[in-house]
């Protein structure tokens, strides 16, 4: 799935012990993490990857919502994993290593999509069997309990998916999921109504951190391979953000609420183009993606003309000489997006499937209008500009500028 040469972050793991949150300026634990562009059979198509997850991601909140606890079939399955930052994480006892896509959308950690499950001393199959769609690929296998390794952090007895069939994985092993606990219901065919903890809430109960607190800080970038980030469990890394963290409350809306769901509205310029509402941030997610009435706003007051190529819209040069801030009110916060912020790294353009001539926005159509209680989804392309926090502990979403966020870099 992912051929091309990696885009490698770094994973900082906290363990020390401090107040909420904890604020780490550097740690000695490094994960190597790899952000990858999947052309495998040719050029990707983000718009789509997006879509189809976005569809998955709404249909399980929905799910939820009317009490429907076996939601495996509430996604649309496609085979292109666009654009994922990727952790190599051990399992067993010795470990093996697996590379596995960091999503802050989904809560099952599972292994064996490429790499085969190797069963060791600490392994303990539970004859469960488990399944879980994503819109964007599938696996089904079976439950087992094994110990996890995060460099020198270790979790005893975690529960992971052993991978006995998967869909649209290819060049990966699996998933490390970081989402609320609460999203894993449903996915152990006969238990529909256990939870499954996750690595992050064990992390936590077994004392290797302080707090249920992921630290998320990405960067952008324009070449094929980069350091270029960091992902921090148990706090945050002060280091990586300017000015002070401001938190904001999860959502009460669903399906929203069933992931890291926020309110927010946004505005392009002067023009409010989605009123306040309630939608998720999500690493899984490349894009940003507003609802149809909102996006056709934007369209509108940007000149962005649909490009058939990519499913992106485009501009030239001199309409994107004349973009305006995109801002994100969250929390009584504005997030400012820089016109480059909405741009496609304009030297990437031919992955995915782009011309060097045009300029392409990263602001994509949702494909619903606004009132779905899922109606934007802030991906990879706005958590590059800003530093981002998933506090379990406290119920909240923190956000933060960067050096980044006004950079000059598309």
Known sequence: MFPVASLLTIVLLAVSIAASPVEIRSSPISLPLARSLNTQGGTINLLQHDQARATALRARGDAITAGQLDRRQSSIPVTNIAYSYIAAVGVGNPATTYNLIVDTGSSNTWVGAETSYTVTSTSVDTDEPVSVSYGSGSFSGTEWTDTVTLESLTINQQSIGVASQSTGFSGVDGILGIGPEDLTQGTLTNEPTTRIPTVTQNLYTQGEIPAEIVG????PTTTDSSTNGELTFGGVDSSKYTGTLSYTPLTTTAPASYYWGVDESITYGSTTILSTTAGIVDTGTTLILIATDAYNQYQSVTGGVSDSATGLLRLTTSQYDALQNLDFNIGGVTYSLTPNGQIWPRSLNTYIGGSSDYVYLIVGNLGSNSGSGLDFVNGQTFLERF????????????????????????
């Open 216 to 219: 998320v800080s990405f960067e």
């Open 387 to 410: 530093y981002s926090v998933f506090d379990t502990t406290n119920s909240r979403v923190g956000f933060a500028t960067t050096p980044y966020t006004d950079a000059t870099t598309n």
